[in-house]
């Protein structure tokens, strides 16, 4: 605290990284969980905010290459300063490293000045990462043993005096040119005047770390007129040395079931990151567009029924992750225990058993193959014989019936209890349409049949027409019969009800595609 007990604000520099997320510090992401304030650049990836604490104030600066920035830095300084002097956790979030042509120091400079409590966590620079996701390192005993990082963003009138060129063509084996491209054609010539060989090896690597990167490889004297014919542009790094012959036998990232595939996920924002992740280890571009939202039901009045009458139930029947989750949580909102002896919890499968495990219930019963209610059913028939037993069914609002109606023809007794809703999601208007017609998608991924229909629900006559253009892929087969209710029968079917499954069985289908054959 201050003198007269004001709260103390403090400023954290933190390197984003070269652009894909997972690429962020963990003592990165830390700050910026704990931000009350952050500030960022064009460059930075906006999945990262949403790691942002509920209730943090976002401010966007600019600040992407060539482009004149939103704010000026002397703005931007002004902006920092402010936010700590109200007392603030701010966090300055940078693309790549803070210190790497990133302007860090002089925003360092402006908050000690202030007096201001200053930390400075680096990231990973695009100088190295770009190559790296490209296949080539910056440095092999075979090929190079030094290299150096410069900015190609000056006037190109004052390129020769500003940065000495010459002198660095020869003086290290590999170069790494950043924000360079609008000056590519100034910068190789002067590379070239500094003796360095016309047919030495590089790169052009654009949008590094993402499933939208593009490579392109030619002798130096030849690479910005090739850059221009291939469309290339900002942001992209430029490798210049003998390491660049190591992409060819190297290049990992492009090799990717998934790469650069567009791939939309449909299902509830607040779970959708499973999925983005199993996405993006693929190498596709997960596009978050939800068509549902999980609520808990208007009225807890039957669930608590539930719980103070715990003790008359034989089995609890599991049959989704979100069930458990919103059923152990008011649970434990009751201080109602759900682990206790001669009470059994049947799940429908490995992923709610997962989950119902992770709350710290155990699970006594899940089918051995078939994950859906009916193999649940069969399972309960064959080891847990229903009749004169009495079954407690947490679900959705809007559950299938097929278990309780199997149940109750076995004799067994079954409480239906809605733990949360399912409802539509607040999706801006015309922002579907304007992903699947403007901005294309390759793939569409559903993950319960409120998604289909919601999906349905927005299509206009166009984006109908694009969606059918696209690859669809269904979590099951209850899933995929609502796709094929309206129209848009899955190419795509997981083996098993899961978002690491569906992902799978889609890297499985785009392969086969890629060697002309058929599934």
């Known amino acids: ?21 997972d690429l962020i510090t963990l003592r990165g992401l830390n700050a910026l969980r704990e931000a009350d ?5 064009s460059l930075a990836p906006r999945e990262l905010l949403r790691m942002a604490r509920p209730g943090a104030s976002l401010h966007d600066v600019g600040k992407r290459g060539h482009d004149a920035p939103t704010r000026p830095q002397t703005e931007i300084n002004e902006l920092l300063v402010r936010l700590a002097r109200e007392g603030k956790n701010v966090v300055r979030l940078k693309g790549g490293d803070p210190f790497v042509f990133g302007r860090g120091g002089e925003e360092v400079t402006a908050c000690t000045d202030s ?49 000495r060129w010459e002198e660095l063509a020869t003086a290290v084996d590999t170069l790494v040119i950043l924000m360079g491209m609008r000056n590519l054609d100034e910068l190789i010539g002067r590379v070239l005047a500094g003796g360095r060989d ?40 430029v490798v210049i040395g003998d390491v660049v012959r190591l992409r060819e036998a190297q290049s990992w990232f492009e090799n990717r079931p998934l790469f650069g595939k567009r791939v939309l996920v449909t299902r509830d924002a607040s779970q959708s990151d499973s999925m983005v992740a199993a996405l993006r280890e693929a190498g596709a571009h997960a596009i978050v567009a939800p068509m549902i939202e999980l609520a808990p039901p208007e009225s807890w009045h039957e669930v608590d029924a539930a719980l103070d009458g715990i003790e008359g139930y034989d089995a609890i029947l599991i049959t989704s992750a979100n069930a458990i989750r919103f059923f152990a949580a008011r649970a434990g909102e009751r201080d109602v225990a759900l682990a206790r002896p001669g009470l059994h919890f049947l799940c429908v499968g490995p992923r709610t058993a997962e989950v119902t495990r992770a709350a710290g219930i155990p699970v006594h ?18 080891h847990l014989p229903p009749r004169g037993r009495r ?70 006559e166009e984006s109908r027409a694009a969606a059918e253009r696209c690859t669809v892929a269904a979590i099951g087969p209850v899933t995929a019969e609502a796709l094929r209710e309206v129209g848009l029968a899955p190419q795509v079917l997981a083996e098993r009800a899961g978002v690491r499954e569906l992902v799978a069985a889609l890297e499985g289908w785009v392969s086969g595609k890629q060697e002309g054959g058929s599934r």
């Not at 003198?3 to 604000?9: E, F, K, S, V």
């Not at 304030?37 to 650049?41: F, I, M, P, S």
């Not at 294309?440 to 229909?453: A, E, H, I, K, Q």
């Open 115 to 163: 007096g201001l409590d200053v930390e400075v966590v680096p990231g990973i620079s695009s100088a190295l990462a770009a190559p790296a996701y490209a296949g080539i390192p910056v440095t092999d005993r075979r090929h190079s043993a030094s290299f150096a990082v410069v900015t190609g963003h000056k006037d190109p009138t004052r390129v020769s005096a500003e940065t």
């Open 198 to 237: 016309p047919k030495t090896p590089a790169a052009v690597v654009m949008n590094g770390t993402l499933p939208s990167q593009k490579v392109l490889v030619a002798p130096l004297d030849e690479l910005a007129a090739r850059s221009r014919e291939s469309g290339l542009g900002s942001p992209a790094a």
């Open 365 to 382: 019963l899940m089918p051995e193959n078939r994950f859906d209610a009916e193999g649940l059913v069969d399972e309960i028939v064959k």
């Open 37 to 41: 304030a952050v500030v960022y650049d």
């Open 1 to 21: 605290m201050s003198p007269g007990g004001a709260r103390r604000g403090r400023v954290i520099l933190v390197g984003a990284g070269p652009g894909d997320p």
């Open 391 to 460: 079954f407690l069914f947490p679900c959705a609002d809007k559950a299938r019936d097929v278990l309780p109606e199997r149940l109750r023809a076995e004799g067994g007794r079954v409480d239906s209890v809605t733990v949360y809703r399912t409802r539509a999601a607040a999706t801006p208007p015309g922002a579907l349409r304007r992903i699947l017609v403007d901005e294309g998608v390759d793939v569409l991924t559903f993950t319960s049949p409120s998604t289909v229909v919601n999906f349905a629900e927005r299509l206009d």
